[in-house]
């Protein structure tokens, strides 16, 4: 038997209130400052390597998101750890705030499904995200074009802007995550700490585990068999896939993202790079692995959340 | 009683091996104050869910106005308006954003909604704070907020959940008498407390929960003449007065005395004995004091009803042996 009416009823109007909280809020304030300095900080390290580099590279705009220089980390690692952040930030207390401030069966006695309520909180966080993270990529873009004095090309614009746009996918995941444990600790505290725990484990000790479990648990000699299960090990995190994704899109040179054998490299001109629909290609799965990860673990929070009891 | 508006045949929920709500059967009538009573965690607040379709019903029908909870929420949360137990609002949003971002919820139309609002926050008499903080407000001042979201949302029917846990005496008088005005405009209302005296003044019918089940239901009076067997209690205080206690006690329809206090008596009687009892005072040269009839208390009834469950439950066991 179908529901009356639709999902989506009040939808609009929570993701509008969620929104101006969101932008009102002193964690705002925060995420502003923080964007402001790394910005700032990843194009002042960039810049002054990339201005001792050649002048030949044909993709010197690119160089600004990607080169490092002691002790500063390049800009795309900069993000690997700030857009979680910003995600768990903004999602940690979601659904459990609402139980503790005794408002949500207040809420929920209005003629509103909670697929509203949870998809409009959702649709706020990625936007705020979306923005913050607009913010950034408009400002690294510009004071790259002021301070190198070298217009990008389309080809680096193109990838830039799909760059951004999986960036965005990424904070999707760690926003989707946050929101389910929002859902299942009744503590916003538990909560973030436990995202805050399990983002850790993905991005910093997984990567590292991956070759270890491997080794122990598959009985293969074969060189290539291991490097690729620990590769598809290492790609259950979704930070290792976001840089790969990065790899793919901002070194235009990366033919491949796996192992590469002998058979595949014939007739291949080395070091020369790929068209930006080729690079999409090599990245694809990658991509779509990211949107799919934030859909899954949406719908996980989705089915915790019908499931809940309201009562206090 | 005229036609019903909520309906509860055989109402169930479980959680895995406990029962919360046992196959509960109840009606409100329209216009009508009912009160859910009983200690808490009788199931109170589980039917009350049950009812806005917030909570799913393990077995049994309900019908809210003629929907189905469990199938048409939408169709029963636009007529039904909730004052949860311990109402929450958004503490750095004012009393009158608050109500405007239910007011969106509800889809009140724009045009209207600075209207609905003022006079509903008028209403319940907020309308000096409608521009502070619900950070700043007392409990009280929450529970009527939660009363005007009601009033804006023009609801039908009323639940309202432990309206007076945890208010001072005057708030929670000032809260009976805003419930009992929302009567006389007309809308229904449900509401639960494990506060029974306090409760006892604005409810038409009471429902007595325990462990889960409806143990008695009627008028405060019905369950009075019930449980305790139909008697009228009259309570005289006199001064001196010789043998007071054989006269009184001599009067037609007095079935038993008590003595509770030197000068004071208590009598159960079949009718209100209040003028016989004055007559035989003074008759007895005595100056009379105080005289009034006990109304049946709430409290009363619901104790007496379980000593007297337990008085049977004993007496079979012995019947068994």
Request: net charge neutral; with cysteine.
């Amino acid at each position: 038997m179908r529901r009356e009416g639709s999902p989506w009823q009040g939808l609009g109007v929570v993701m509008l209130k969620e929104l101006s909280d969101h932008l009102a809020s002193a964690r705002m304030r925060v995420l502003e400052w923080l964007v402001v300095l790394v910005a700032l900080a990843a194009v002042y390290a960039a810049i002054t390597q990339v201005r001792d580099a050649t002048a030949e590279d044909p993709f010197l705009f690119l160089r600004l998101f990607t080169t490092a220089r002691d002790p500063l980390p390049s800009f795309v690692s900069f993000l690997g750890f700030l857009v979680p952040l910003m995600a768990v930030g903004l999602g940690f207390d979601a659904i459990n705030g609402e139980h503790n401030r005794r408002t949500l069966s207040r809420i929920l006695s209005q003629p509103i499904y909670r697929d509203a309520l949870l998809f409009g909180k959702f649709l706020a966080g990625l936007i705020t995200l979306s923005i913050s993270l607009i913010v950034l990529w408009l400002l690294v873009i510009g004071l790259g074009l002021l301070m190198l004095g070298v217009p990008p090309g389309g080809a680096e614009m193109g990838r830039a802007l799909v760059f951004l746009g999986v960036t965005i996918a990424y904070a999707g995941v760690w926003l989707a995550l946050a929101m389910l444990f929002s859902v299942i600790f009744r503590s916003a505290a538990t909560a973030a700490l436990v995202t805050l725990g399990l983002w850790l484990f993905l991005s910093v000790i997984w990567p590292a585990l991956a070759p270890a479990i491997t080794q122990a648990l598959v009985p293969s000699n074969d060189e290539a068999t291991l490097v690729i299960t620990a590769q598809m090990l290492a790609r259950l995190s979704p930070s290792t896939l976001y840089g790969e994704v990065v790899l793919a899109l901002l070194h235009p040179t990366t033919r491949t993202l796996g192992p590469v054998y002998l058979s595949q490299l014939q007739g291949a001109v080395m070091g020369a790079p790929l068209p930006l629909s080729q690079s999409l290609l090599v990245a694809w799965p990658q991509i779509v692995g990211l949107i799919a990860a934030s859909i899954l673990l949406f719908v996980g929070g989705y089915i915790a959340f019908q499931r809940q009891e309201v009562r206090a | 009683m005229s036609a019903a508006v909520i309906e509860a045949r055989g109402l169930t929920k479980r959680y895995g091996d406990t029962t919360a709500v046992d196959g509960i059967d109840f009606t409100v009538g329209a216009g009508e104050i009912f009160g859910l009573l009983g200690p808490n965690g009788a199931g109170k607040t589980t039917t009350i869910l049950m009812l806005l379709g917030l909570s799913d019903i393990t077995s049994g029908e309900a019908r809210v106005l003629g929907h189905n909870p469990m199938r048409e929420p939408l169709s029963v949360k636009r007529l039904v308006g909730y004052l949860p137990d311990t109402v929450g609002f958004y503490d750095t949003m004012t009393a009158a954003e608050n109500l405007h971002y239910t007011a969106r919820l509800m889809g009140i139309a724009k045009r209207i909604r600075d209207d609905r609002i003022a006079s509903a926050l008028a209403r319940v008499g907020l309308t000096e704070v409608a521009e502070k903080r619900v950070g700043t407000f007392s409990r009280g001042m929450r529970q009527r907020l939660g009363l005007a979201e009601i009033i804006m949302k023009d609801a039908r029917i009323a639940i309202l959940d432990e309206p007076t846990n945890g208010l001072d005496p005057q708030a929670s008088l000032e809260l009976l008498d805003l419930i009992r005005a929302l009567k006389a405009h007309g809308i229904s209302i449900l509401l639960s407390s494990h506060l029974l005296d306090r409760v006892q003044s604005v409810c038409d019918r009471v429902a007595l929960f325990n462990a889960g089940r409806i143990v008695l239901m009627g008028t405060v009076g019905e369950l009075g003449r019930h449980v305790l067997g139909g008697g009228f209690a009259v309570e005289v205080e006199a001064e001196s007065g010789d043998g007071l206690v054989k006269r009184l006690s001599a009067l037609p329809g007095v079935r038993g005395i008590e003595t509770p206090a030197p000068g004071r008596f208590r009598m159960t009687c079949d009718r209100d004995l209040r003028a016989e009892a004055a007559a035989a005072v003074v008759a007895a040269g005595g100056r009379l004091r105080e005289l009034k009839l006990d109304e049946p208390s709430l409290e009363v009834i619901y104790t007496r009803y379980f000593q007297q469950a337990a008085e049977r439950r004993q007496g079979e066991a012995r019947h068994a042996a």
